[in-house]
């Protein structure tokens, strides 16, 4: 991806994002915990190095990227690789206190790591329905705003929720991220909104 792309990602998914998590925790515990975002263009660059080393490393490790490098690897592992960045780079920053720190706060970097990805598959699936014509799929992915998700049983986290506590927890216990595992949930909640949408229409 060139940097220009990225740019507009970020612009478009990342920083916003982390917008979306830092005004989400009250302001109350962020003065308490001095939590601060960055998104300037300085965190941009940081984070585009980051990513692009994380991409590398997946095409070297499990794609044939051909004689002059020209396969190139899909929108559900760019993603996943901007989520491996997002461990590594942490855009929400906080002080740790003596007591117990709020999982909101903790769980922060996780959340921009995850919505991150989502926000920006949302812009890959309204670029392929545009670039396939599909006005009302487009329209209506557009009239959405966002991704929804799988409802879960009762009395269990949110299928978001879930998702979050579960890269905070492989990460906090030094376990390595699966790129390829996270790519693969990543396509089914992409299938899973183009079918609400399908059946929307039908």
């Known amino acids: ?48 190095y980051q990513y692009d080393e994380v991409r590398c490393l997946v095409r070297e490790k499990y794609f044939d990227i051909g004689q002059n490098g020209e396969n190139r690897i899909d929108g559900h592992k760019i993603c996943a690789c901007i989520t491996a960045s997002l461990l590594n780079v942490r855009m929400i920053n906080y002080e740790a ?6 999982m909101k706060v903790v769980y922060a970097n996780y959340e921009v790591a995850f919505l991150s990805a989502i ?25 959405q705003a966002t991704f929804v998700f799988p409802e879960t049983n009762t009395g269990h986290d949110t299928y978001v929720q879930g998702r ?17 595992t996270y790519a693969d949930m990543l396509f089914w909640i992409e299938w899973y909104n ?9």
């Not at 982390?18 to 003065?31: E, H, M, S, T, W």
């Not at 206190?97 to 709020?102: D, G, L, Q, V, Y």
């Not at 183009?194 to 039908?202: A, D, V």
Request: contains cysteine; hydrophobic residues 35%.
């Open 1 to 48: 991806m060139e940097k220009e792309t990225f740019k507009y990602i970020w612009k478009q998914g990342i920083a916003k994002s982390a917008q979306d998590v830092f005004d989400g925790i009250d302001p109350g515990l962020r003065k308490e915990y001095s939590v601060s975002i960055d998104i300037s263009d300085a965190m941009c660059e940081r984070l585009y």
């Open 97 to 102: 206190a003596a007591k117990e720190i709020p």
């Open 119 to 143: 926000y920006v598959m949302y812009l890959f699936l309204l670029s392929d329905f545009e670039r396939d014509g599909k006005k009302k799929c487009y329209d209506e992915l557009k009239k």
């Open 164 to 180: 979050v506590k579960t890269l905070a927890l492989n990460d906090l216990c030094g376990n390595d991220f699966d790129i390829l």
């Open 194 to 202: 183009k079918e609400q949408i399908y059946n929307k229409l039908l």
